[in-house]
C-alpha cells in the first residue's frame, strides 16, 4: 500500500511535491509513456547511440547523457517507474519550478497526448522553494560580490555550472570540465558541491583548479 492508496481510502485530494524542476519531471513521464504504452525498455535506449525526443525539454538528447536512474534498470523499474506510476493517480503535482525558468517544460504538460494517453495531473509551478536558512548562513560580502559580478555582464554571456546539491567528482573529471570550459573561451559561473567558485576567461588548468580547491585540500573526491 502507497501513500496515495491511503489518501484514496480516506477520500480526500491528493497532491504530490516534486522537489525537482519541470524537466524532469517531465523527463520520468516520457520514459513512463514509452515502457507502458510503447513496451520499450528505457535501459536498452543506451545501448545505441541516438537522439532523443523529450518534450520537456527544448534540444534532443543524446542517449549516451540520459540520467542514471533512467539506464539502470533495478534503479528505474524498482523506484522511479513506481512512483512516476502512482504521480498519474494525484490531482495534482506542485513542481519546484517557475514560468520563466522552464516555460518549455512548463507548456509541455498543457499540450494532448505529450505523455501519452493516460490521464496526467494538473502541473503547478510553485516554486523557487528555498531553503532560507542555509542561504542565511552564508557571507553577505560573498552574495554581494557575486551579484554585482553577475550584474555588469551582458546579457546570456555567462554560462551557468551547477551539478546539484549531491554532484561529486573525482578530480580527473574536475580537471576534463575545466578544460572544456576553457575551450568555450567564456565567463562562467558555478558550483561545486556546497563551494560558490566564479572565473573569468582564465588560462591554465592549474590557475582555474586553484580557485575551485586549494591544493592543500585536494583528495579522491571535491
Not at 85 to 110: C, M, Q, W
Not at 114 to 138: A, C, D, E, K
Amino acid at each position: 500500500m502507497t501513500m496515495i492508496d491511503v489518501v484514496e481510502a480516506f477520500d480526500v485530494p491528493c497532491y504530490v511535491f516534486f522537489t525537482c524542476g519541470a524537466a524532469s519531471l517531465g523527463l520520468m513521464f516520457h520514459f513512463e509513456t514509452l515502457e507502458d504504452e510503447q513496451t520499450k525498455e528505457i535501459s536498452d535506449l543506451v545501448q545505441v547511440e541516438m537522439k532523443l525526443v523529450i518534450p520537456s525539454l527544448t534540444n534532443n538528447v543524446p542517449s549516451s547523457v540520459l540520467p542514471i536512474f533512467t539506464t539502470r534498470k533495478e534503479i528505474w523499474r524498482c523506484w522511479f517507474l513506481k512512483a512516476i506510476r502512482e504521480y498519474r493517480r494525484a490531482k495534482g503535482i506542485l513542481v519546484n519550478t517557475f514560468a520563466d525558468l522552464e516555460p518549455h517544460a512548463i507548456n509541455s504538460f498543457l499540450m494532448e497526448y505529450s505523455y501519452g494517453t493516460s490521464r496526467l495531473p494538473s502541473i503547478f509551478p510553485i516554486g523557487p522553494v528555498l531553503n532560507r536558512s542555509q542561504i542565511q548562513t552564508q557571507s553577505t560580502n560573498d552574495q554581494s560580490e557575486m551579484m554585482e559580478w553577475m550584474d555588469i555582464q551582458s546579457e546570456k554571456s555567462v554560462v551557468f555550472l551547477c551539478f546539484g546539491s549531491m554532484g561529486s567528482f573525482k578530480l580527473d573529471q574536475v580537471k576534463e570540465i575545466v578544460v572544456g570550459l576553457e575551450k568555450v573561451a567564456t565567463d562562467f559561473f558555478g558550483f561545486l558541491g556546497n563551494s560558490p567558485l566564479k572565473m573569468e576567461n582564465l588560462q591554465g588548468n592549474l590557475k582555474i583548479m586553484d580557485l575551485l580547491c586549494p591544493k592543500d585540500s585536494w583528495n579522491e573526491r571535491l
